[in-house]
């Protein structure tokens, strides 16, 4: 499927190509394959994957922008989706112990369900990885459920650990880092979503798809020391 | 080697950044001040991307364990070897054991140290340059930060150049027109082009503005930025996107500095005065 893609000069030496303003699947596979062929050009320094928009960041100053944006124009017309790079689903182990959620009571209170619901709900769909930004390691995903859906704390913690798992608004996600943030915390994963001793340090990237797996305390434990032993390996299959 | 003494209110290996990394969420880091940096390593006939080190406010104390040569550019905190002043823009050969320090403020924020054959810490991916999380954050004391040994044969021209006092002085901020520029209105594009302060957050992330902007655009679906991207928040306020800022915002993009323009913010401080004034649009 194609799109009506606009393009604009981003500063001195970027391209940003706009999608349609929405968050959507077919969207972000799309700009995913394009992606791909742009990083092909040579004079590409970097590019910015978000949720519809890709910035094509070059090595020099454009001199020419409709030279620049007529290549662009023709690599996404001959570009096809057929030539896909592998996409997985990643098993995400998840411990909603209270003593992790720290939210979740006060969620299922405003929900007026059960804490057991709120997980139930947080581990059936699958969530599709967006993009990775503000941290490193930091999934963007999509699919949180509508019931599940919890304003952000008016009042960020200063201090959030790592793995810790989130709500907020209509987003899920995982803090890869210790850092202050403002999201309900409903459990934490054992896992490292950004491990700079691996040859990838982020396992996951857009496209792929990620499951949460509820495990108990002493599992999460478990898995944390593999994890710190370089053992762990996270379950995936190919989508 | 160098060993610092005194690691200051934040000292941090730079080199020109980190590209290639986006795709995890990894920032592009890097020297603040393009122009000066890039001085420094050419006096010392360095790499122009050569790791060098940046020095806030010119707090930090440097000891040198070999000789060597330097070079000191960007912001004037008054540098001194051995207590005795040294020239800015200056290449000086240094004996083993010399000691740098900083005095009073004359202008700048950002002071630029390089030595010949730059920094060699630890590169990891594709860059020296300082960015929590990926290296540490900091100088701190005692680090000892390997430097290339000065060959029996080494020359150095002792050249020397006249800063461009302009870098250092105008308010003027060259920049073209963000990804929403054109959502704001009149008068909300005659405010933006109208004087700003400096506010006193202002770091390797970003520098805040004083004033407000009236501000009733939506927000955008989160969408990526980089180094010299003007947000404009909900509440009205302007913030400068810079080296260290993250890859992806959710704010509108108003504007987007000019190189030269970031190079000149981040020698600016709490209460200067800015003026963006847009570039012809290609």
Redesign the interface.
């Known amino acids: 499927m194609k799109f009506q893609l606009t393009y604009?000069?981003?500063?001195?030496s970027?391209v940003?190509v706009?999608w349609p303003?929405?968050?959507s699947k077919d969207i972000i596979q799309d700009i995913i394959s394009f992606d791909r062929q742009v990083k092909k050009i040579a004079s590409v320094?970097?590019?910015?994957?978000?949720?519809?928009?890709?910035?094509i960041?070059y090595q020099n100053l454009?001199g020419d922008?409709d030279v620049i944006i007529s290549q662009l124009k023709n690599i996404y017309a001959a570009s096809s989706h057929l030539m896909k790079e592998d996409q997985f689903l990643w098993q995400i182990p998840v411990c909603y112990h209270p003593s992790f959620g720290i939210d979740l009571e006060e969620i299922a209170n405003k929900k007026k369900c059960s804490e057991a619901d709120i997980v139930r709900l947080h581990t059936e769909g699958d969530y599709l990885v967006y993009?990775?930004?503000?941290?490193?390691?930091?999934l963007?995903l999509g699919g949180l459920h509508q019931n599940l859906h919890v304003p952000r704390k008016s009042n960020p913690r200063i201090r959030v650990d790592a793995g810790s798992v989130g709500i907020g608004g209509s987003q899920t996600g995982i803090y890869?880092?210790n850092s202050s943030g403002g999201w309900n915390i409903i459990g934490k994963s054992p896992l490292n979503f950004?491990n700079?001793k691996a040859s990838n340090?982020?396992f996951a990237?857009?496209g792929d798809c990620i499951q949460f797996v509820a495990v108990d305390l002493h599992t999460f434990y478990q898995i944390e020391k593999e994890v710190a032993n370089q053992k762990f390996k996270i379950k995936k299959s190919l989508l | 080697m160098i060993e610092v003494l005194h690691p200051g209110i934040y000292c941090s290996i730079q080199d020109h950044g980190r590209f290639g990394y986006a795709k995890m969420g990894i920032p592009q880091a890097g020297y603040m001040d393009t122009y000066a940096a890039k001085m420094a390593n050419a006096l010392l006939k360095n790499h122009e991307r050569a790791a060098l080190i940046e020095i806030t406010f010119g707090q930090g104390k440097f000891k040198f364990i070999s000789d060597t040569y330097i070079c000191i550019t960007g912001g004037d905190f008054s540098p001194k070897i051995n207590e005795k002043l040294i020239k800015m823009q200056s290449v000086y050969p240094i004996k083993k054991d010399s000691v740098l320090s900083f005095g009073k403020r004359v202008y700048g924020a950002r002071v630029y140290l390089s030595v010949y054959g730059g920094i060699r810490t630890e590169s990891v991916y594709g860059s020296k340059s300082y960015f929590k999380g990926i290296t540490q954050q900091t100088l701190v004391k005692g680090d000892m930060l390997p430097i290339l040994p000065i060959q029996e044969n080494t020359e150095n021209s002792f050249s020397r150049v006249r800063v461009s006092e302009k870098h250092f002085r105008t308010m003027y901020l060259p920049c073209i027109k963000g990804p929403e520029f054109s959502k704001l209105n009149k008068e909300q594009q005659l405010r933006l082009f109208a004087p700003f302060t400096v506010s006193d957050h202002n770091n390797r992330v970003g520098y805040r503005l004083k004033e407000c902007l009236e501000n009733n655009l939506p927000s955008i679906l989160t969408s990526a930025v980089m180094p010299g991207t003007v947000q404009l928040t909900p509440s009205g306020k302007c913030i400068i996107l810079l080296q260290d800022c993250q890859v992806t915002g959710g704010y509108s993009r108003i504007l987007q500095l000019s190189e030269t323009a970031i190079a000149r913010i981040s020698q600016k401080i709490s209460g200067d005065k800015i003026q963006f004034r847009l570039e012809e649009n290609l």
């Open positions: 604009k000069l981003f500063g001195r970027a940003l706009e303003a929405t968050i320094l970097d590019t910015i994957i978000a949720y519809n928009s890709l910035l960041r454009i922008n993009f990775i930004g503000f941290q490193p390691g930091f963007y890869p880092q950004f700079m340090p982020c990237k857009p």
